[in-house]
C-alpha cells in the first residue's frame, strides 16, 4: 500500500552535485525499472543541470505528498501555485472554481427500450479509479494532485524541448479537407470515428473501457481518446484539445494505462503538452491526478472498467472544461490559450491511436485498445460508447452521423453502430503485427 509523507522537504534535491548525478544515472539506467525502458547512456553535468532546473519549475513545492502504491509520487500543492498559472497569458487569471452552467441533455432514454446490446450477459463496472487511492488518503481542500516529474521522466524523452510533447504532425498533401486530423506517413496509426467539418462544435462526451495494451518499443504509445479540433489541418494554426487514456513507457516510465490530458494552438509544434507538464490546463479537483495509473481495467471475456470523459465550453467564460465519471471537475483549458477554439471547435474524433516506429522493418505489434480487432465485440474488443456531442445551445445530443476510418484495417480496425442503450458506439483496436499485418 502507498504511505503518506507531510510537509515532504525536497530542497536536498537541489544540492546533487552535476557531476555525481552524471555518474549515478549511467550507472544506474538499466535499474530503472524491470521494464529498462530508461536507456543506458552517457549523460552530461550540463544537461543535468538544465533538467533539475526544468524539474524545479514543473514540481511545484508541496502541501502534502502521497505514495502511490505504483511507484508515483502525488503532489498536493496549492491550487494557486499550480504550473498553469506560469503561462505568461494567465498571469491576472482568477481561477475558475466550476462552470457557469453544465451542458444539458436534450433527450432522456427510455428504460422500456431495451437493446441487444443489453440483453447480452456481461458485467460493466463504471467508474475505473485511481491506483493512488488505494490507501485512502486524499489531497486536501483547497490543493490539487500533481504527479510529480522526475529525472528519468525527462531522461527517456528526446530531447528537453520534446518531454511532454506529442511529434508535430506532417499532413500528407493528398488528404481530403474535410478529412480528421491523421497521419498515416508518419509512424501514427488510427481508429477513429469523426463528425464532418461543417459544424458549430461546442464539446463532446464518450464513455470508454480501459485496458492495458502491450507496447514493442519504449518510443511508441497506444491511447484512446477524445479530440476536439479547429483551425487548419494543413497549416500551423491547428487547435486540439484533447483526453482520455493512454500507456506510454516513454512518458510514465511503465506500462499502466493512466489518464491523460493534452493541448496545443499551433498543431503540435511548440504550444501545449500532455497533462500538467507545461503551463496551461487549470486543475480544480482535488481527487484526480491527471497523468496518474487508472485501476481496475477491463479483462478479457470479463469484467468491463469504463471512464466518461466530457469536454465542453463555458457558454459565459468561454473556457473549455473536463469532466470526469458522472459529476468530477477536474479543471479547464483557459480560452486564453486558444485562437480558433476560442469561438467553437469544428471536428470531434473519437478512438485510438498508435506509433509504429517499424524497428527491424517490421510493423509494431503494439496493440491498440485490448489488442483485439473490432468483430471480436463486447469483453473482447475495446469500446466507445455513447458517443455526444455539445451544441450552440449547450445541449449534449447523441452523434448520429459519424464517418469512421483506419489506416490499415489489417493491423487495427473499427466498427460502429448504434442502439437505444450504448446510442452510436463502436469498437476499435487490433492487435498491431500479424500475417496479414506484415
Known amino acids: 500500500m502507498g504511505s503518506v509523507l507531510r510537509n515532504n522537504k525536497r530542497g536536498f534535491q537541489a544540492l546533487f552535485v552535476p557531476l555525481f548525478l552524471a555518474f549515478f544515472f549511467v550507472q544506474n539506467?538499466?535499474?530503472?525499472?524491470?521494464?529498462?525502458?530508461?536507456?543506458?547512456?552517457?549523460?552530461?553535468?550540463?544537461?543535468?543541470?538544465?533538467?533539475?532546473?526544468?524539474?524545479?519549475?514543473i514540481n511545484k513545492p508541496p502541501v502534502m505528498t502521497i505514495e502511490s502504491p505504483d511507484g508515483?509520487?502525488?503532489?498536493?500543492?496549492?491550487?494557486?501555485?499550480q504550473p498553469a498559472l506560469d503561462h505568461p497569458l494567465l498571469k491576472n487569471h482568477k481561477i475558475q472554481r466550476v462552470p457557469s452552467q453544465m451542458p444539458k441533455m436534450k433527450k432522456a432514454l427510455k428504460e422500456d427500450e431495451a437493446s441487444s446490446e443489453r440483453n447480452n450477459e456481461r458485467v460493466i463496472i463504471e467508474g475505473a479509479w485511481q491506483m493512488w487511492h488505494r490507501n485512502g488518503t486524499r489531497c486536501p481542500r483547497g490543493t490539487v494532485p500533481i504527479r510529480r516529474s522526475t529525472e528519468h521522466d525527462v531522461l527517456r524523452a528526446k530531447s528537453l524541448f520534446d518531454f511532454g510533447k506529442k511529434q508535430h504532425?506532417?499532413?500528407?498533401?493528398h488528404r481530403r479537407a474535410d478529412a480528421p486530423d491523421v497521419v498515416s506517413g508518419n509512424g501514427h496509426e488510427h481508429a477513429i470515428a469523426y463528425t464532418g467539418s461543417s459544424q458549430e462544435v461546442y464539446g463532446a462526451r464518450a464513455t470508454i473501457n480501459v485496458w492495458d495494451p502491450s507496447i514493442q518499443v519504449v518510443n511508441e504509445f497506444s491511447l484512446s481518446q477524445i479530440w476536439v479540433l479547429s483551425g487548419s489541418f494543413d497549416g500551423s494554426d491547428l487547435n486540439s484539445i484533447e483526453a482520455g487514456w493512454q500507456v506510454s513507457p516513454e512518458l510514465y516510465g511503465d506500462s499502466r494505462p493512466r489518464l491523460f490530458t493534452y493541448w496545443t494552438s499551433d498543431s503540435y509544434q511548440a504550444t501545449g503538452c500532455y497533462n500538467l507538464l507545461c503551463a496551461g490546463f487549470i486543475q480544480t479537483n482535488s481527487r484526480i491526478a491527471i497523468g496518474a495509473a487508472i485501476s481496475p481495467i477491463s479483462t478479457y471475456a470479463g469484467n468491463q472498467f469504463d471512464i466518461t470523459i466530457l469536454i465542453w465550453k463555458d457558454p459565459k467564460l468561454g473556457n473549455w472544461w473536463m469532466g470526469f465519471g458522472e459529476n468530477l471537475l477536474v479543471g479547464y483549458w483557459p480560452a486564453e490559450l486558444f485562437t480558433h477554439l476560442a469561438d467553437h471547435a469544428t471536428m470531434v474524433e473519437w478512438g485510438g491511436e498508435v506509433v509504429n516506429s517499424r524497428a527491424n522493418g517490421e510493423h509494431t505489434s503494439t496493440q491498440m485498445g485490448s489488442g483485439h480487432f473490432a468483430e471480436d465485440g463486447f469483453g473482447k474488443a475495446s469500446y466507445f460508447r455513447n458517443l455526444e456531442i455539445v451544441d450552440s445551445d449547450n445541449s449534449l445530443s447523441s452523434v448520429r452521423d459519424i464517418s469512421?476510418?483506419?489506416e490499415n484495417t489489417n493491423c487495427y480496425n473499427i466498427k460502429n453502430s448504434y442502439n437505444n442503450e450504448w446510442g452510436t458506439h463502436f469498437y476499435y483496436g487490433g492487435p498491431g503485427r500479424n500475417p496479414q499485418c506484415p
Open 169 to 173: 504532425r506532417r499532413i500528407p498533401l
Open 29 to 57: 539506467f538499466a535499474l530503472v525499472s524491470s521494464l529498462n525502458y530508461t536507456k543506458y547512456r552517457q549523460v552530461s553535468s550540463l544537461r543535468l543541470e538544465r533538467i533539475q532546473k526544468h524539474l524545479q519549475k
Open 404 to 406: 469512421i476510418l483506419a
Open 72 to 81: 508515483d509520487i502525488i503532489d498536493c500543492v496549492h491550487k494557486r501555485r
